[in-house]
């Protein structure tokens, strides 16, 4: 009996010690697996690039510089991006947008990671992963230098206005540390350095490499001795939630920078590319150019689907199908009463849930359609309205038909007075088009705060986009009031 239950322990002993290796074996793969790839490390690997997510308004971390004629983003971000990229295998593609725009576009799949100058917080960390650190870096406040002396600790600043970027660390230091401080969020840093010099603000609570950088080219802005509890903060890279390969890849390229001290030669790149020395048109003018074409575009196009987007809804509104009235009601009240502002991250974001890989100019082309749509629709049903009933009755008398009667009696007396509205349609698309620089479209006011923040130049950039804007404004309402006289005199 204990001759056969010490064989059957023997049995399984050898077992045991052939299966368990197995299976460790197995599992230190599976795991080792889970670590080397996960979707959006085989994504990035599949299309040969990976998209970084920024803000080119912020020197020395990312900005627009001409370099040998052409429109670069440089900075020492974008050296980290490019070192990145290039231990990846992978080419490097910047999608510039608004900072407050970078979250949402991280989570919605239209960017692979952000790298901005974003700092580790509590609330950002429940929405995304970070990496390692790459820098830390002291915050500061800077102010002009006959306000400095008056802010000398976070006592001294009930009342005081102060200036900061929004949705950013130093948004939550000013509003936990500076004592009675009146907060002004802004989306972009040039706008904070505008109101400072024109003493809209007090103060700005800002990083100290890009106060150095503001303060090298303006003698009137000064640090403060102004300190903060939690004066330095942890800047990383941001990353999905499910992507542990993919941070794990970015973790080892910080981990070389930081061994190798490679990010001081990284900021001396961009602090050498700061501050180039050509006039200021010939560096800049191009941006001007590029803008107001762009501008230019998104109006003809939006004008263009919105009046005959428009002109649909007007029919629709103007049926007997109350299916089809109620359709273009409910349209044309939503769009109304929603700012475009809106529409455009509605359009952008909500394409990418849907699995419409569109650009951030096809989103915002869309969007302009859309909201113009629903103001031609009104335009058309109103001007149609100011002609009299009776010019339908007598074309129907004369035997032709309800389509015939519209088409050569009604709307031709109608486009007389839908013509002058039209025209300041395509004006305020022309204008108000300006909203879509949140989502990275270069138009006219996106490139205006390019060139506000390679320049460190806030206001001048601002009076040649108003000149700009002037200038196309006048030209088409001129152009509009020669084609009504030759159209009168031919009636």
Do not use: C
């Amino acid at each position: 009996m204990k001759s056969k239950l010490g064989r059957l322990l023997m049995v399984l002993f050898v077992v045991l010690s052939v299966v368990l290796p197995i299976a460790s074996t197995t599992n230190a793969a599976t795991t080792q697996n889970t670590t080397l790839t996960d979707k959006h490390l085989n994504a990035i690997k599949k299309k040969g690039y990976i998209t970084v997510g920024l803000s080119a308004d912020y020197p020395p971390y990312e900005f627009h510089q001409t370099i040998k004629g052409q429109d670069k983003i440089v900075g020492f971000d974008i050296s980290i991006a490019e070192k990145i990229a290039k231990d990846l295998g992978v080419k490097l593609k910047i999608n510039e947008m608004g900072f407050d725009a970078l979250l949402g576009a991280l989570k919605t799949g239209k960017i692979d990671m952000i790298i901005s100058g974003m700092s580790k917080t509590p609330e950002r960390e429940k929405e995304v992963t970070f990496s390692k650190s790459y820098l830390d870096v002291k915050q500061v406040v800077m102010a002009k230098k006959e306000d400095a002396a008056k802010l000398k600790s976070s006592s001294d600043y009930e009342g005081v206005k102060v200036g900061v970027q929004k949705q950013s660390f130093q948004e939550e230091l000013a509003q936990k540390e500076l004592f009675g401080a009146k907060v002004t969020s802004l989306q972009k840093m040039t706008d904070l350095v505008l109101n400072l010099q024109n003493n809209k603000i007090k103060a700005i609570v800002i990083e100290k490499p890009v106060a150095d950088a503001y303060i090298a080219q303006n003698k009137d802005f000064v640090l403060t001795k102004t300190t903060f509890a939690q004066a330095t903060k942890e800047t990383a890279v941001a990353l999905p939630k499910d992507a542990p390969a993919l941070t794990a890849a970015v973790n080892r390229s910080i981990t070389q920078i930081n061994k190798q001290g490679l990010l001081k030669g990284y900021q001396a790149k961009a602090n050498k590319l700061m501050f180039q020395k050509n006039s200021f048109f010939s560096q800049y003018g191009s941006y001007f150019v590029k803008g107001t074409l762009y501008t230019i575009e998104l109006a003809v196009i939006g004008v263009f689907f919105g009046v005959v987007l428009g002109t649909l809804l007007a029919f629709m509104k103007r049926s007997r199908n109350w299916l089809l009235k109620a359709i273009a009601i409910v349209y044309i009240e939503f769009i109304r009463g929603t700012p475009l502002l809106i529409q455009v991250f509605i359009a952008f974001f909500g394409a990418q849930m849907l699995g419409l890989g569109l650009s951030a100019l096809i989103s915002s082309m869309i969007a302009v359609s859309l909201n113009s749509a629903a103001y031609v629709a009104e335009i058309i049903r109103s001007g149609i309205n100011s002609v009299k009933p009776g010019q339908m009755e007598a074309a129907r008398s004369l035997g032709l038909t309800q389509t015939a009667s519209m088409r050569y009696v009604v709307l031709p007396q109608a486009i007389k007075n839908i013509l002058p509205a039209l025209g300041n349609e395509f004006i305020t698309i022309l204008k108000d088009s300006s909203v879509v620089s949140v989502i990275g479209v270069s138009e006219l006011m996106f490139e205006t705060g390019v060139v506000q923040g390679a320049s460190f130049k806030p206001f001048y950039p601002l009076i040649i986009a108003s000149l700009i804007y002037f200038v196309l404004t006048f030209g088409i309402s001129r152009a509009l009031a020669v084609f009504e006289k030759r159209l009168a005199a031919s009636n």
